[in-house]
């Protein structure tokens, strides 16, 4: 990532997660380069789809 410029926006929080499952991870990576940031969140159950993948929402921002 440092070689090629990426910025990561993640939060520590997982992406990732099953039902019955004992370990969560972060395997949904949202990377960036250049003059941007994102607004970055991720939805919880209330928009279920079934996956055991949340749903990432982010918004770009331009950085002055």
Do not use: F, P
């Amino acid at each position: 990532m440092q070689a090629h410029g990426l910025a990561i926006h993640n939060s520590e929080e997982a992406t990732r997660s099953g039902t019955n499952a004992e370990c969560h991870s972060i395997i949904d990576l949202t990377l960036t380069k250049g003059n941007v940031d994102l607004r970055w969140s991720i939805v919880y159950e209330s928009q279920s789809t079934g996956s055991d993948h949340e749903i990432l929402v982010w918004e770009v921002i331009e950085k002055n």
